[in-house]
Structures are given as C-alpha cells and as structure tokens.
C-alpha cells in the first residue's frame, strides 16, 4: 500500500508538470494567433488571387494586351514607342515587346511626375490605351499582400507575422500531438469529431487541418520573409557578399554607375542591390531601340522580356526576363553606344543561397511547377483562412463573458518563462519578432499582475 502510495506521488507530479507546460505553449499559441491571423486572412486572401495574377491581368485588360492576328510584319520598335508618345507625350523609359502573336507591345512613358502604360497594336502601330503604371488590379493586390500599400512601417509588420506564423505552427503542433484524454480516448489527431454546434468539431477541425498544412505555411513564412522591411534588406546584403548585387566572377571589368537594378525595373531579389553598369560615349550615336531589341533577340532572352531604356549619355540597355521557369530567368546590359553586352546574367550565375531562395519564392507565387503548383498553394491559402475562422469559433464558444479568454496559467509559473525562453530563438533569428514577443511578455505579466491586484482587493 505504502509504495502504492509513494510510485502515485512522482505520476502526479509529472502530470501537473505536464499540464504547466501544455497551458504554457497554449497560451503563447492563443498570443500568436491574436497577433498573426487578423494579417494572415488578408495574406491568404491576397495570396490566392496573385497566383493567378497573369489570367486575372489578361481578362481584366483583355482589349489592351490582346490583339488580332495579321499576316502583316510587326512594326519596329521605334515606330511603336513614337505611336505611344504622340499620344501620350513624355519621355519612353521601358518598353516590353510583344510576348507572342496575339500580345501588344507596352510602353512606359513618364509624364511629368508620374509614368503610364500605353499598349500598342505591334501590327497598325493603333494606339490601344493605357493605365497608370504600376496601377493594375493584380499590382494593387501584390501591394495590399505585402501592406506596402500602407506604407514602410505596415510592411514591417509582415515581417513580424511571418516570424509569429512559424512560433503559431511550431506551438501548434505541440498541442496537436497524440496524448490520452480523459478516459483513455484520443481525438482530433486525424479525425473531426462532434457536430458544428460543439466546441470540440472546431477544435478537431482546426488542429487536424494545421497538421496537415503546417509545413506549407511555414514555408510560405519563410519564402515571403525576404522582402520584409529589416530581416529581408540585411540579409540580401549578406548573401550578395558586395554592395555591386553579383554572384562572385560575373561582373565584368567595366565602369559602374550609382544607380541599382531594382530602381529600373522589377528584378529578383538576389539582383535588388545590383549596379548598373555604364556606358561610354564615343564617336557616333546610340545604336537606337531597334538593333538593341535585335541584339536581345539574338542572344535567347525569354519571351515576355522588358527593355529599360538608357536615361542619360552614360545610361545602357537593358533587358530583363523572369518567366515562370527558373532556368529562363535573366539579364542583360547592352552598351548603348557599340551594343556591346556589358554583363550578361542567368539563374544559373546565382550562388546557392540566391538559387535555393529564388526557387523557393517561385513555389510560393505558383509559378515552379505550372497548375499543379497554383492548385497546391490555393488550397494552402484556403485552408489558411479556415484556421483563422475556426480559431475564431472556438475562441467565441470558449471565452468567459467580459474577458479576452486567454488561456488559464500553468501552475508552476517557471514553465511559461521556459517556453517563453525557447520561444526567443525565433527572435534571435527575427529581430522585430524578438522585439514583440517581449513586448507581448510584458503585457502578458501587465495583464497577470493586474488581475492579482484585483483579487486582493
């Protein structure tokens, strides 16, 4: 009996030891989930129709990038930017031929302060019509996906609900993991029990759904972190290794000027700290649009390329392509003056880090692996938005009247400190994610203290 006795004392105590720790992680998870969802539901959202950016682009401004067929030769180049300037007078600073047969061309032409697109029949020369640059549906989409929208400090915020995201799958999975409930029964492991009225068929729900699409969340988190405000700008410029943006032994020996790639035109990210090369002015004029165009066509650039035109004597060609397949992608820097190229770059220049972080943002726009990569990343936005909502449901069912309903303190109250300890590792990795998680422990004893303080009273 004695010893009966003495064994049920150390279970009890490694019982309520476990408890402390499951309300511990329970209640970070329930934190990040108040932090992170509200953006997640509009990143999901965001998410899922900028997979589909070129078919939504396409039906959107079907009369101004479709054109019909004709047996006639495209005009040049010239003649279709001389088309958009007489309509739209200004200075041509880009210019995209036509992707295929039935695409028009695009020409971007600054207007005083502000650029617009003009879409040109490559057959006629007819001028088609036009939208402010970076205007389109699918551009404010991408804007609102990363709160660029709202400005520099709100895009931060995407980086702190990134590093939250992945503290949200990791303590997730946590409370997820197979354990005996009471009476010896398991659920919500792979099965959804209960009605849609209980509690519990929204508990399952939510936990055998995150299950199975936590891994894909978190690799959405961390293929969207390069762009982030702080994190994605210092670690650019790690992986570049140089403030010239090149993978090492691709550039050229020619003169470099000040301005960087990114502030031409759009470019990936292992490219956005590039320098453009310059030209040098020597007897004679610019070879001109048309041979330049010539000369990117000779040398393979993938269909649907862009052109940034020279902006001054010492300004270069430059043509731009990042279609779907990786392998494709590329740029090339023409001297203006001999059509020399000046640097010439590919995917397959990029070291391993650029290469492994290209191909991971590639899967995370749907692009890398065609309509089965579109289908899997939209049922993954899909299923983000369920969690949201049913997070929201059980939250709603659970929650005591008058109260935010965080969940209740573990017992030994060292645990929370533990978990909160693990926890920062994320923040050493995420500076503003470590920066709120001890903001969030700051308001969580605020909130702790505070009720302590009542209770007395």
């Known amino acids: 009996m004695t010893e009966t006795l003495l064994g049920a004392v150390p279970s009890r105590a490694a019982a309520i030891s476990s408890l402390s720790v499951y ?30 950016k070129d078919e939504i682009d396409n039906f959107v401004y079907r009369d101004l990038k479709h054109v019909e067929v004709q047996l006639a030769e495209r005009a040049a180049p010239s003649a279709l930017i001389d088309a958009a300037l007489a309509a739209y007078p200004g200075t041509a600073v880009k210019y995209l031929p036509p992707a295929d047969p039935e695409a028009s061309a695009e020409i971007t032409v600054k207007t005083g302060r502000d650029k617009v697109s003009v879409f040109v029949d490559p057959y006629t020369g007819r001028v088609l019509g036009d939208i402010p640059d970076k205007g389109s549906v699918m551009w404010v989409v991408r804007q609102l996906h990363s709160l660029a929208w709202f400005g520099p400090v709100a895009n931060g915020i995407i980086e702190i609900v990134g590093g939250w995201t992945i503290l949200l799958v990791g303590t997730g999975i946590f409370l997820w993991w197979p354990r005996k409930r009471e009476g010896g029964a398991e659920g919500g492991v792979v099965t959804v029990r209960g009605t849609r009225r209980q509690r519990v068929f929204w508990r399952d729900l939510h936990a055998v759904t995150g299950i199975f699409v936590g891994a894909f969340i978190v690799f959405l988190a961390v293929t969207g972190m ?94 731009s392509a990042y279609p779907d397949e990786l392998s494709l992608q590329r740029v090339v820097h023409l001297d203006q003056y001999t059509g020399k190229p000046l640097i010439d770059m590919s995917y397959a220049d990029y070291g391993p880090f650029g290469k492994a972080l290209e191909w991971g943002v590639n899967v995370h726009m749907g692009q ?60 050493v990795l995420f500076p503003l994610v470590g920066v709120s998680l001890v903001v969030m422990a700051i308001l969580d004893y605020l909130l702790v203290a505070g009720r302590q303080r009542l209770r007395t009273v």
Request: net charge positive; glycine share 12%; with cysteine.
């Open 368 to 427: 890398e692996f065609g309509l089965a990569n579109q289908i899997l990343m939209l049922l993954v936005c899909m299923a983000i938005v369920l969690l949201s909502v049913s997070a929201g449901i059980m939250w709603w069912k659970r929650r005591p009247g008058r109260s935010l309903g965080v969940p209740p303190l573990p017992s030994d109250r060292s645990v929370l400190r533990g978990v909160l300890a693990i926890l920062m590792i994320g923040g």
């Open 23 to 52: 309300r511990a992680v329970w209640r970070w998870h329930f934190y990040a989930g108040l932090l992170a969802l509200p953006f997640l539901i509009i990143l999901a959202v965001t998410g899922a129709a900028y997979l589909y």
């Open 226 to 319: 390069p762009w982030s405000v702080f994190w994605g700008s210092y670690v650019n410029q790690w992986a570049n290794s140089s403030n010239y943006g090149y993978p090492s032994g691709v550039r050229t020996d020619v003169p470099m000027s000040d301005e960087h790639l990114a502030h031409m035109s759009a470019t990936s990210w292992s490219l956005e700290q590039a320098r453009m090369p310059e030209s040098i002015p020597v007897g004679g004029g610019s070879i001109g649009l048309d041979s330049a165009v010539a000369i990117f066509d000779r040398l393979g650039m993938a269909p649907g390329y862009a052109v940034s035109l020279p902006g001054g004597p010492t300004g270069v060609y430059s043509a």
